[in-house]
């Protein structure tokens, strides 16, 4: 008898568990995007940034692209002031509780929304890193598209009563772009906070 019961909950956990930390993540990434979000939208009112703060492109006498060149100074303060203030926008946040209906985590669709519901804790992000991004992309004829993003990765717990699960989200801001006439010496994607103001 208790060799079935075990086997019954094997099945069922194993049933279960997918579906929970589907759950666990949708949740855990909304409440990382509504904060981040609000974070990062409250830093760009309060620094109206433009393309020239972070680039300089320099011509040769012919009006030719030479190169674009990264201010090292700007970008290691954007990266390092939005660091800081998204981690305490963090600090300042209370565990979010939610309540997932028992029948959405058994991933029968006729039992989705039924049943008590199962109380899923989101906690704050632990440590959330921000780096800024430059990227060229072809924007027609003689015409380059350059972008720069903050690229801001956090680290999101969730628990359930039986299930503690870690969730790593990704999330990409616009900070400022430019449309460069003439030819551009290479088209990609760069890591600024490796460059240390070189060429890009």
């Known amino acids: ?16 568990r997918p579906a929970a930390r589907i759950q666990a993540e949708h949740y855990a990434r909304r409440s990382a995007s509504e904060t981040i979000s609000a974070e ?6 309060d620094n109206r940034f433009a393309y020239t703060d972070f680039a300089a492109v320099l011509y040769d006498e012919s009006g030719r692209v030479v190169s674009v060149e990264a201010i090292p100074y700007n970008i290691n303060k954007v990266q390092s002031e939005l660091t800081l203030r998204i981690n305490q926008r963090f600090r300042e946040l209370d565990s979010e509780v939610t309540r997932i209906p028992i029948g959405t985590l058994s991933g029968n669709y006729l039992l989705s929304g039924k049943g008590p519901g199962l109380k899923l804790r989101i906690c704050p992000a632990e440590e959330v890193t921000v780096r800024l991004e430059s990227e060229f992309t072809s924007a027609g004829m003689n015409q380059t598209t350059h972008r720069i993003s903050a690229i801001i990765t956090a680290e999101v717990s969730s628990s359930m009563p039986i299930y503690s699960f870690s969730t790593k989200v990704e999330f990409e801001f616009l900070i400022a772009e430019t449309v460069i006439i003439g030819e551009v010496p290479a088209l990609s994607r760069y890591a600024w906070s490796s460059l240390d103001g070189q060429a890009l």
């Open 1 to 16: 008898m208790l060799a079935v019961t075990f086997t019954s909950w094997h099945f069922a956990e194993r049933a279960v």
């Open 40 to 45: 990062v939208s409250d830093y760009l009112d």
